[in-house]
């Protein structure tokens, strides 16, 4: 059974950083792809940034771009979000997100439809 726990979030003012954990768990996710995805009560989920080992390719959306860094450690089969100069539209619950299936599809667009999610984490950035 796949787990996904993150950590890491927490209370920032702006211009601050974060750093996102997720460790996964039930399976091997080397070709998975793993992302992370943000939602605000009443509002649609939002795909931040996507990372497919298999291309070594990493997808922000661009209301991130230039200030997140998504990357992975497939030893420890953990996914990171290193966040830069945040900003208070940046406060969300950011979830963790993986799929067996989209490999070639492995965009930030896609990360909120991916099969597995953990239960999240808040970040909250204050002006």
């Known amino acids: 059974q796949v787990q996904l726990v993150e950590s890491g979030g927490g209370s920032v003012q702006a211009g601050g950083s974060l750093r996102l954990s997720c460790v996964a768990s039930?399976?091997?996710?080397?070709?998975?792809?793993m992302g992370w995805f943000r939602q605000v009560p009443g509002k649609e989920r939002e795909g931040v940034a996507a990372h497919y080992s298999g291309f070594e390719r990493a997808d922000y959306a661009d209301s991130v771009q230039g200030r997140f860094t998504i990357s992975r450690n497939s030893a420890k089969n953990t996914l990171y979000l290193q966040m830069e100069n945040l900003k208070p539209e940046d406060t969300a619950t950011y979830y963790c997100?993986?799929?067996?299936?989209?490999?070639?599809?492995?965009?930030?667009?896609?990360?909120?439809?991916?099969?597995?999610r953990g239960q999240g984490t808040q970040v909250t950035v204050s002006s």
């Open positions: 997100a993986v799929d067996p299936t989209r490999r070639a599809t492995c965009t930030a667009l896609v990360v909120g439809e991916l099969r597995f």
């Open positions: 039930g399976d091997k996710f080397d070709t998975w792809c």
